[in-house]
């Protein structure tokens, strides 16, 4: 009974440890010993020598664990520690999120399995569909808010909204679980699931995971497609690569075709993937969502130069998706906080690419973005030019897509639903996509009145400006039907935009096709490509860097949530010192 009161700190400090890797002792027995060890009586006596062999490598370090969190908790003892410690798991309690992997096992096996251990599973799968049968999205957050609230230690449910997704007590002790180690429960957070739930390829789809590694969302795309058809899963590290394939292997994902390459530099044209109908892009972010960073209790910010760096990245990928000719469904998705990384990406890239469309992600799920000029999450008033980037001040076309992006993208807090910060956006091509239509609508939503591009760029800051124009610029250099005698099917979906409607009308008549890939490179040098200004990084442009001018370092994954690992750009400016945004 004492081990579980001690439970939330003995599991914070066997993590911070590394205690859990631990092969002498069992999942409850480590954390029995602990509390022994810590807070008990010691391991004393004859009949305790196997539990202090288990124990004792990590022994020193839970001692320093312990005396650094009193110190940090301003406790003398570990009455006081539990008490400071209770108030603040009060206020800030994290539920453990579990998805099931439906390729090795049921949800209904898991609660089974889990009842069976003591747990108590207090919503059952089978009771979801009449508990929020009939009820709003708004009502469904609310109950869903109710029943995590109410969790005690060992007791679990079902999710409100994904089908496959279990939530437990923070206390909970998963990480050596049986069901873990043989991959039949995956520890991810429950925003994290999002994305490949609401990408849904059917059965025999043939889908692209474009930032694949770990591979926990790669896994899911394979459950959700039963294992047919076809994944592309990318990375462009070596390290990562390897991960994603043994968590392919060890997860029973058969349809998965890991490769470590670099997205950017796949060719959309190539036969291979003439059948690619859902792409999954989950790129690098500056990881301001997820939780146990904690950036708003240490200081730390993510700079307006570092956001645009990671913003040109990011729309650099999802414009490169939206080339693949028989591309249907694109989701994007951060852990990210930024407007600049979510909404400003999603309406440059709408901007850019006329023939998709916004769907509504998770009809069921009520946390949407909030407009430029409303209150943040934590109902703060927030000054538009410091919450939200406006240097771009297209009335018309700004006011529409911001009205559209509220409504269809989805956000996620712990603040409102308990997870990491999270962001997601689903596009969907136009069937009904007319060129002609659209060259129409372009030019309403810059301003009906704005028909000379000099009007347009006055009503915007040139920096920005150049930004929407260089992701369109990029994109026609790719595209030139009619320099490879294209047929007349293909021909005939070309696409359009440009910076204004007389260049649409007069310069540019459409694009479906990418020219042949970029003159060989030498095979001994790794490439990655940012976006970025070489002055005051306003202007995008694309500069290809060696390994010694820009990598990729990794952080690790974040053991409870299971946080997709994001790589953090590396930029060497010509003048200055590598920077590592962390």
């Not at 898991?110 to 003591?118: H, L, M, Q, S, T």
């Not at 320099?483 to 008549?509: M, N, P, V, Y």
């Not at 490179?521 to 820009?550: P, W, Y």
Request: proline share 3%.
């Amino acid at each position: 009974m004492e081990t579980q009161r001690y439970l939330p700190i003995i599991e914070k400090l066997i993590e911070e440890t590394g205690a859990h890797e631990s092969n002498m002792l069992s999942d409850c027995l480590l954390r029995v010993v602990t509390y022994e060890l810590l807070f008990g009586k010691g391991l004393g006596g004859r009949d305790a020598g196997s539990f202090r062999k288990g124990i004792r490598p990590y022994q020193r370090k839970m001692k320093d664990a312990l005396k650094k969190l009193k110190e940090d908790m301003g406790a003398s003892n570990g009455k006081e520690l539990l008490e400071k410690f209770g108030l603040q798991a009060k206020e800030d309690p994290m539920p453990r999120w579990v998805r099931v992997n439906l390729l090795k096992t049921t949800v209904q096996e898991v609660e089974d399995i889990f009842i069976a251990d003591g747990c108590i599973c207090i919503l059952s799968w089978k009771a979801v569909d009449d508990l929020v049968r009939g009820k709003d999205a708004k009502a469904i957050s609310s109950l869903m808010d109710e029943y995590i609230t109410s969790l005690q230690p060992w007791q679990f449910m079902s999710d409100l909204h994904l089908p496959d997704v279990l939530v437990f007590s923070p206390a909970t002790p998963l990480f050596k679980h049986h069901l873990t180690l043989d991959k039949k429960i995956i520890l991810m957070d429950k925003a994290s699931c999002i994305p490949a739930r609401v990408l849904s390829p059917p059965r025999d789809s043939h889908v692209v995971d474009a930032c694949a590694a770990p591979g926990n969302k790669t896994n899911h795309l394979s459950c959700i497609m039963q294992n047919t058809g076809k994944v592309f899963a990318f990375d462009l590290d070596q390290k990562r690569t390897e991960t994603l394939k043994a968590m392919v292997e060890k997860s029973g994902s058969t349809n998965v075709e890991a490769q470590c390459a670099d997205f950017l530099e796949i060719d959309p044209t190539d036969p291979k993937y003439a059948k690619v109908t859902h792409i999954l892009t989950d790129p690098s972010c500056s990881g301001s969502g997820i939780v146990s960073r904690k950036d708003h209790l240490t200081g730390e910010t993510t700079s307006r130069t570092r956001l645009k760096l990671l913003r040109g990245l990011q729309l650099r990928i999802l414009n490169h998706a939206m080339l693949f000719p028989a591309v249907e469904r694109v989701i994007y998705s951060t852990c990210s906080v930024h407007r600049e990384e979510n909404e400003e990406v999603v309406w440059r890239i709408l901007e850019a690419n006329p023939e998709f469309d916004l769907e509504t992600v998770l009809p069921s799920w009520h946390h949407r973005p909030t407009k430029a000029s409303s209150r943040n999450e934590e109902g703060e008033d927030q000054n538009e030019e410091e919450y939200y980037e406006t240097d771009v001040n297209y009335s018309h076309l700004r006011e529409k897509l911001d009205e559209e992006i509220t409504r269809k993208c989805l956000r996620a807090s712990f603040n409102v639903d308990k997870t990491n910060g999270f962001f997601v956006a689903l596009f969907k091509k136009s069937r009904n996509f007319s060129n002609e239509t659209r060259q129409g609508e372009g030019e309403h939503t810059v301003g009906e009145d704005e028909t000379q591009e000099g009007e347009v760029e006055g009503n915007c800051k040139d920096d920005e400006y150049a930004e929407v124009e260089q992701v369109k610029e990029d994109r026609s250099k790719l595209m030139d039907a009619s320099e490879h005698g294209l047929d007349a099917t293909t021909k005939s979906k070309k696409r359009r935009f440009s910076g204004s409607a007389e260049e649409d009308s007069s310069l540019i008549k459409g694009e479906n096709s990418l020219k042949k890939k970029k003159k060989k490179r030498k095979k001994d040098k790794t490439r990655d490509q940012s976006i970025l200004n070489e002055d005051d990084f306003g202007d995008v442009k694309q500069f290809d860097h060696s390994l010694e001018d820009a990598k990729v370092t990794l952080t690790s994954d974040d053991a409870d949530n299971d946080v997709d690992v994001k790589a953090d750009v590396v930029v060497r400016d010509k003048e200055e010192e590598a920077t590592r945004f962390d």
